[in-house]
């Protein structure tokens, strides 16, 4: 039973999380150093899955590898069974009255608490998760698991308080017109992916706190970080049920889910394939629903850098080899496509390039000399140095990189191929690595290279355009409008900040409903109108009808 509104109740002003840069000497250099060893010494790990609260091992057993160092792995989890699902479903939809139901001021408070678990409490032990699971570097780690999650959770709060204070704005008189924000009727399904931990906290934090219950799917490639994440939720007081943790086979969990006459919703971050086979098995299910599911997905990107005459080069050197190559590419919103104009290209972009990109050490990301990782595991090591090869063998010339070590980890060396061709296929295909293909164009081309970008691909999620000319930046803009749902002026295609750049594409990119804005919670509720009348009628006519 709800407790009564006593109040109207105002959020603590929220702010994005301070960073630290774990300089060496500092603190938090320590602190995280001190983390890695302990995890490093207590590996491997058991996961179970968590339905209503509690642990359920069901023996059967998948490993998550450490990609650095593939013969060790980080935990051993319990992959769920049709029977844990079924359980995790039905509990998600028996714990959802009283969850919906709960004060909003109640509900805020919880994802509140979680934001400082994350940022305090748990900060450290969730990095180590991150760097030594996930093959984060400490920096990279730190604006993932640490910032990006707790403003995720905070400023979800304050987006929520927003949607919720957006009432009608006109009563006739004698009447009260409001909305009220219900949560979906059903449960939601939560996909994460294995690159962002602060993904893995959003999917089914977003749609629980405007009231939804929902299970959650973590990718076998972070099970272990998105662990934690559960368990700071827990802590925080999201009551058992509300959140169902159900590691396991893709196929089999998701599909269970959506074969339910319940399901409500997806959220999902992705491939654009897996996306899209989804979206039409969900068509497939249309009837056997109460309603029609809402979906929900940020899946792939082929992200371009675009770099006028008038362009600084140092800057967009060095932005280019950020957006490139932190997190070995392996980024939603990394740079993988790069047009550069011939003057520039000529005239030190080039030379600079590779001499930048020469000093970048790669090896494993507890070492805090390096700047990259390794790629997530096996499948990916093979189709990243697969795509260099096709490159190759199509004519496009490699001019640093190019090779790869998986003796230990999976190491991929950062590679730029130069194409003649715009529409080679490392032009066209994603990658999902540490690669970029450069096209260099004529001064005189610009235009005609923008409808180039705007017509190579099918996904359309970041980009960046550099130039000191500001008719060139209209220009591009213009042009590139449905290029990219996040564009950049000199500053590199990633990094999208919450609260500051509400993120996502359209196109094969998704859904473009912007995580980190309150537009994405407007999907995972369904409002309802609702009209009081204060005076009564004394005549059904009206002044029309009469004569």
Request: with cysteine; hydrophobic share 40%.
């Amino acid at each position: 039973m709800s407790t009564p509104q006593l109040a109207s109740f105002k959020i603590p002003a929220i702010e994005n999380e301070p960073m630290r840069s774990f300089a060496p000497g500092s603190e938090e250099r320590q602190a995280l150093e001190a983390a890695l060893a302990q995890m490093q010494q207590e590996l491997p790990f058991e996961v179970p899955c968590i339905v209503n609260g509690k642990e359920v091992k069901t023996g059967k057993l998948a490993k998550q590898p450490i990609p650095a160092d593939h013969a060790r792995h980080l935990c051993e989890y319990h992959e769920a069974d049709a029977a844990t699902v079924a359980s995790a479903i039905d509990g998600a939809l028996a714990a959802k009255a009283e969850w919906e139901s709960m004060p909003w001021n109640d509900r805020a408070a919880i994802f509140l608490k979680a934001a400082d678990l994350v940022s305090k409490k748990y900060r450290y032990k969730l990095l180590a998760a991150t760097i030594i699971g996930q093959g984060k570097n400490a920096w990279q780690a730190e604006i993932d698991a640490a910032a990006e999650l707790a403003d995720f959770f905070r400023f979800g709060v304050k987006f929520v308080e927003e949607l919720y204070s957006q009432q009608p704005s006109k009563n006739s008189a004698g009447a009260w017109n409001r909305v009220e924000y219900r949560a979906l009727e059903g449960f939601v399904l939560a996909v994460s992916p294995f690159n962002f931990t602060a993904i893995g906290g959003n999917l089914p934090g977003t749609p629980a706190l405007v009231g939804n219950t929902v299970v959650w799917k973590p990718s076998p490639a972070a099970t272990y970080s998105n662990y934690i994440v559960y368990q700071i939720l827990a802590e925080a007081g999201v009551p058992p049920g509300v959140i169902q943790f159900v590691p396991g086979p893709p196929p089999e969990v998701v599909e269970q889910c959506i074969s339910h006459p319940s399901f409500a919703a997806l959220h999902f971050t992705g491939s654009t394939f897996v996306f899209k086979k989804l979206w039409k098995d969900i068509a497939s299910n249309l009837d056997k629903y109460r309603g029609y599911p809402r979906i929900v997905g940020e899946t792939g990107g082929k992200n371009f850098h675009v770099v006028h005459k008038s362009a600084e080069i140092q800057n967009a050197v060095l932005q280019t080899i950020r957006g490139a190559y932190e997190y070995q590419g392996q980024k939603c919103s990394a740079l993988s496509r790069l047009y550069v104009s011939s003057s520039v290209w000529n005239g030190g972009f080039k030379d600079l390039l590779l001499q930048e990109i020469s000093k970048i050490k790669v090896g494993a990301p507890w070492d805090f000399a390096n700047f990259m990782g390794p790629v997530i595991g096996r499948p990916a090591y093979d189709k990243i140095t697969g795509y260099i090869q096709k490159a190759k063998e199509a004519g496009g010339e490699v001019l640093i990189g190019g090779t790869g070590d998986d003796s230990k980890g999976y190491f991929v060396k950062p590679t730029v191929i130069l194409t003649k061709d715009p529409k080679s296929i490392t032009m066209r295909e994603e990658i999902f690595g540490p690669v970029i293909t450069a096209y260099v164009f004529e001064d005189s081309d610009f235009d005609k290279t923008l409808e180039l970008i705007d017509s190579t691909t099918e996904y359309a999620l970041t980009g960046a355009i550099f130039a000191s000319d500001r008719k060139a930046l209209i220009s591009a803009t213009n042009k590139l409008r449905n290029a990219a749902g996040n564009v950049y002026y000199n500053e590199k295609c990633t990094g999208a900040v919450v609260g500051q750049q509400p993120f996502g594409g359209a196109r094969g990119s998704g859904t473009n409903d912007k995580a980190g804005s309150i537009s994405i919670f407007y999907r995972f509720v369904s409002a309802r109108s609702i009209k009081e009348n204060f005076v009564g009628l004394e005549d059904f006519s009206y002044p029309s009808n009469l004569v």
